[in-house]
């Protein structure tokens, strides 16, 4: 921990005094053109000897600087110099990204203003006051800077004002460390109030977070559904190929056939999952997947005996419905596939109506209940949320009749968003 007589000078007071000078760098074309316009209001007036010249200059300066850094762009280049310059704790983030709010500008804006300002005045004072304190404390010293002084002021000649002038100008400048170290303490201050993220900022960082998390829950939802069914239809195949594997030969070589099919197109499958985890953007055109129109194969080979029937055409399923009703087909079929009677056949009915689709999957129950695996449950979950993105609903359950229903209804349509 750095003692407190030596933060001034420490190297974070160091780094914030260097972060003021740019500021008073950044300042001067704008105390420039300050002092041209103080020339046409004050003719004869030398903005360089006149102090108060200097000051309507500065105080010209100013809402010039604050104008120009308006623009969005003004505040990722004040971040990167004050996340590098200022000494922020890890605790008090800045925002990236340009500004896009009127907020985010207005506050980028006030920061420039306050550090030009503040850089302006230490840079100045570094300037003047920093060869004046060493000629001070060189008075004893150098004749010629003595002799020059009395010229000027003849009071200076006494035995103590060369005595004092040391300590005098070694106070100067610890006096300019503290300006430096104080104002430089104040940027930092204020840095995460005018640079950090505004509640849009906030607002809109969560809505990425959201949209990133929604991604992830539908490649997981994706993930579970393709290969969950496809791990579900090759063990039952792999079983039945090993009952029969003596006794029928070509049935036994069929399932391995299918197995070879199912475990192929599944890796693809999973290929391009884990590609859309590499790559930018929301990959929800990737995600769309299989739709009814792919129905037929996915009955052909997912184990079970189905009973189809289609009351209207899946064919003019719009092309997101019909990639979630495949997906919640799918994940019915996996569950009678792990829980139903085997080789009971399931009913499987479509309908498509003028503004919704339904889909209802009736499958033996089994004597006794399936025991719960450790971490299952998430297919019928999956199911609901798919069915609630698209604004329908589902239900799941046994029903009187000994078998298990699986319901979804599906609107054709995204509804019509309400004026705000």
């Not at 010229?151 to 610890?174: F, I, Q, S």
């Not at 949209?211 to 063990?235: C, F, I, K, P």
Request: proline content about 9%.
């Amino acid at each position: 921990m750095t003692p407190l007589i030596l933060r001034p000078v420490g190297r974070r007071a160091r780094l914030r005094w260097l972060h003021l000078i740019i500021g008073g760098a950044l300042l001067m074309p704008y105390f420039l053109v300050g002092t041209v316009v103080v020339g046409l209001y004050a003719p004869g007036t030398n903005a360089f000897t006149s102090l108060s010249a200097q000051l309507a200059a500065f105080g010209c300066a100013l809402p010039m600087a604050a104008v120009t850094a308006l623009l969005p762009t003004a505040r990722p280049l004040s971040v990167a110099a004050a996340r590098a310059l200022c000494g922020l704790a890890p605790d008090r983030p800045l925002a990236d990204g340009p500004a896009a709010s009127r907020q985010a500008r207005a506050r980028s804006a006030a920061w420039f203003t306050l550090h030009v300002g503040l850089g302006g005045i230490i840079s100045g004072m570094t300037l003047a006051l920093v060869p004046f304190a060493v000629c001070v404390m060189a008075l004893p010293f150098v004749p010629a800077l003595h002799e020059s002084a009395l010229d000027a002021r003849p009071a200076l000649d006494h035995t103590w004002v060369l005595a004092a002038a040391p300590p005098a100008g070694a106070a100067m400048l610890v006096a300019l460390a503290g300006c430096a170290a104080a104002a430089g303490a104040l940027l930092a201050n204020r840095a995460p109030v005018l640079l950090g993220p505004t509640p849009d900022d906030r607002l809109a960082a969560a809505e990425r977070r959201a949209a990133e998390l929604a991604v992830r829950n539908r490649l997981a939802r994706e993930l579970h559904d393709s290969v969950g069914h496809a791990l579900s239809a090759v063990t039952l195949q792999a079983g039945a190929a090993r009952r029969v594997l003596d006794s029928d030969p070509g049935f036994a070589r069929q399932a391995l056939t299918a197995i070879e099919e199912t475990t192929r197109r599944t890796v693809g499958e999973l290929d391009a999952f884990l590609g859309l985890l590499r790559q930018d953007g929301d990959g929800s055109d990737a995600l769309a997947g299989p739709g009814l129109d792919a129905l037929g194969g996915l009955l052909a080979r997912c184990g079970v005996p189905v009973r189809y029937e289609a009351d209207g055409d899946p064919g003019a399923v719009p092309g997101p419905v019909s990639a979630e009703a495949y997906r919640i087909v799918q994940e019915g079929l996996s569950n009678a596939l792990r829980h139903g009677v085997p080789g009971a056949p399931v009913r499987l009915r479509v309908g498509v109506g003028p503004r919704e689709l339904t889909l209802v999957l009736d499958s033996a129950l089994p004597p006794r209940p399936p025991v719960a695996r450790p971490g299952g449950g998430r297919g019928l979950t999956g199911v609901a949320e798919r069915a609630l993105l698209l604004g329908g609903a589902t239900e799941a359950g046994p029903r009187d009749d000994g078998v298990w229903r699986l319901a979804a209804r599906l609107p054709l349509h995204a509804p019509a968003k309400e004026p705000r």
